[in-house]
């Protein structure tokens, strides 16, 4: 049986969340999460093109991932339990959705009409999300940082993304597969957020060749500093 919710309507839903999230009660905690994000990361600063996208990642970490110190839940899952409670079933739905996000390394494998489809690197899964704007600069092959958002029935993009450039394709996949063969204990996320870092390097350091910043086999001290 299909869900009543529209597939464009999940926006309202996040923006509760969101108030949820940034309530004055919970400012220290989200000031912490900010801290533990851009050292994750790389620092970011309001000049840098990046800026938006960064800020919209951390929010989305924030809310969908970070496990809260006080609660041990995510905001995501506070509040989808405390809707469970007086909500209607439709409403209760769309806030467990915040709860089941997809967060990761995809390539990009096909772009056709209103549909994108990912292939996340260490799964290898595949996932057609239902995108009907296009996503400026986005072609097959691209390996992107991005985070899906499963919403009555389909999938959906959130507002952050982390774009690599064309020329890291190559070395990504390659450190991913060396890891899932050697060091197949290690999160996934570990290689997501030194890739984001590695992207900020590439924003900073204009002079230094994008190959030698997506050089997994050492890392440099200019690259290993957070700022």
Request: with cysteine; glycine share 4%.
């Amino acid at each position: 049986m299909d869900s009543p919710l529209s597939p464009l309507s999940y926006q309202p839903y996040l923006d509760q969340l969101i108030a949820f999230g940034s309530q004055e009660s919970r400012k220290p905690d989200l000031l912490d999460a900010k801290a533990e994000y851009l050292r994750l990361t790389g620092e970011v600063f309001e000049d840098d093109k990046i800026f938006e996208l960064r800020m919209a990642s951390f929010l989305d970490y924030y809310l969908f991932d970070r496990v809260s110190p006080i609660s041990k839940l995510t905001p995501a899952a506070e509040l989808y339990q405390l809707r469970l409670q007086g909500a209607s079933p439709e409403e209760a739905n769309a806030f467990r959705c915040f709860t089941e996000t997809v967060h990761g390394l995809f390539e990009v494998r096909k772009l056709g009409k209103g549909l994108v489809r990912l292939r996340e690197l260490f799964s290898g899964k595949d996932f057609d999300v239902t995108e009907r704007r296009t996503v400026a600069g986005l072609e097959t092959g691209d390996v992107l940082e991005a985070r899906l958002i499963p919403f009555a029935g389909h999938l959906l993009f959130s507002s952050a993304f982390c774009f690599h450039p064309r020329v890291a394709v190559k070395p990504i996949k390659a450190e991913v597969k060396r890891r899932k063969k050697k060091e197949p204990d290690r999160p996934p996320t570990e290689l997501v957020w030194e890739c984001a870092r590695r992207a900020v390097k590439v924003e900073r350091y204009k002079q230094i060749a994008i190959e030698r910043i997506y050089d997994f086999s050492q890392t440099t001290p200019w690259l290993a500093s957070a700022s």
